[in-house]
């Protein structure tokens, strides 16, 4: 996901080995990194009950936001006071709007998988947190992704809903990113859609989700109002879902393939985590960088494995492996993608730029004196990563402490 000016770049790049599918970068998506589908793990069950929120991280994020935003943050000793206080009382505390805005920033800005953190103060923030219902979160989450997509120039934006409580549960999203397509087996065990959506399609199937076998099919959103309550499920509106048709400059043929993907890639399988505070459902989003469409969720074999087919229709030697006829035909499959978003005109990186532009991100981190902590496997590209000036240097080390943070949900 990329922010050139339109969005976030949330380009979580992606890894040869099975890894977690969950990722704090609302630059792309998750589909970014590697893994074998079905990856995505559907939640079954409650977590374990929200506990208090913790007084050094409030005090130490109150302490942060007064530090980088001494204008509008006013008296940090009060606020602490107000803050701890709070926190005695109740077990928690309530962010002020401008430090929900604060913290949900530089969680981005802290996200060592993502490359696409220059653009970190641009990201938009919905403060939604009054919204408690299944059916008001999830039309709140199809405003999010028209929003979002804004006619093409896609723009970053986070919506964050209730936060745990003390011994309660905020609602959750089932889903790992509001759009996904579904995947299943038709007849004779010939693969439909998305191997990556098995799962998912699988559970929207036992709610009672019933639609037409198709390649690119949306899934319904999935929302788990209360721990021990069966989902919800919603349909997502036609105008909610910005997709791209693909096509090649130089290749009439490639239109015919019927290939398509959507515009946001909004990841909402992540806990938004602010000073001790758990946000569970904080659904973000940002632009997509090429390669994670044209050299992942198409090219993977356990995605929909489309290498053969372009390198057949391209007419290549495939007797070979030294032939690299894949790579040949995953090079015109990035060509069509970021062709096809550009005559789309919906905003997409290519992984050069995003390279570039996370070298410039680091530069200004340096100069106000900030660590920029990357994991190198997910920040250089999947297509010639060597040519890439992010290749050839190294990171500050990642700390799984570092706080405000997207982290991983369990269920």
Not at 98 to 125: P, T
Not at 312 to 329: K, N, Q, Y
Not at 345 to 366: N, Y
Not at 388 to 394: A, I, N, W
Request: proline share 8%; aromatic share 8%.
């Amino acid at each position: 996901m990329t922010a050139g000016g339109n969005t976030v770049v949330f380009s979580l790049s992606r890894r040869w080995k099975l890894v977690p599918r969950n990722s704090a970068c609302p630059h792309t998506s998750d589909d970014a990194r590697g893994g074998a589908a079905p990856a995505v793990r559907v939640p079954h069950g409650p977590d374990p009950a929200p506990d208090a929120a913790d007084r050094q991280q409030a005090e130490d994020f109150v302490r942060q936001f007064h530090e980088e935003q001494p204008r509008a943050a006013g008296d940090v000793d009060r606020r602490v006071r107000e803050v701890l206080d709070e926190i005695d009382r109740t077990g928690t505390y309530t962010h002020s709007p401008a430090e929900l805005s604060f913290g949900a920033r530089v969680a981005w800005r802290n996200a060592a998988r993502c490359i696409g953190r220059l653009y970190w103060r641009s990201l938009v923030v919905r403060d939604l947190r009054h919204v408690t219902s299944a059916d008001d979160i999830a039309a709140h989450c199809f405003d999010h992704l028209r929003s979002a997509a804004n006619g093409g120039r896609i723009r970053p934006v986070i919506s964050v809903f209730a936060p745990d409580a003390p011994g309660r549960h905020a609602p959750r999203i089932v889903n790992d990113q509001l759009v996904r397509y579904a995947g299943h087996t038709g007849p004779g065990g010939r693969w439909i859609g998305d191997p990556h959506g098995a799962d998912l399609t699988s559970r929207a199937r036992d709610l009672g989700w019933k639609r037409e076998e198709a390649r690119f099919q949306p899934l319904p959103l999935m929302v788990r109002q209360l721990p021990d309550a069966a989902p919800r499920w919603y349909e997502l509106p036609d105008d909610a879902v910005l997709e791209v048709s693909l096509s090649h400059p130089d290749h009439p043929w490639f239109a015919d393939l019927g290939l398509r993907w959507y515009a946001v890639p909004a990841i909402s399988n992540m806990t938004l985590e602010i000073g001790g505070v758990r946000y569970p459902t904080a659904p973000f989003n940002g632009w997509y960088m090429g390669t994670e469409i044209g050299a992942r969720n198409l090219a993977d074999a356990e995605r929909y494995d489309l290498l053969p087919v372009v390198a057949e229709r391209l007419g290549l030697d495939r007797s070979s492996e030294r032939t690299l006829w894949r790579d040949r035909a995953l090079v015109e499959l990035n060509v069509a993608v970021l062709h096809s978003f550009q005559e789309a005109g919906v905003t997409m990186s290519d992984h050069h730029t995003e390279s570039d532009r996370f070298l410039r991100h680091i530069a200004q981190e340096s100069r106000l004196g900030r660590p920029t902590p990357a994991d190198w496997s997910w920040i250089v590209p999947p297509v010639s990563g060597s040519a890439t000036p992010v290749f050839h240097r190294y990171y500050d080390p990642v700390d799984p402490s570092l706080r405000p943070a997207f982290v991983a949900r369990e269920n």
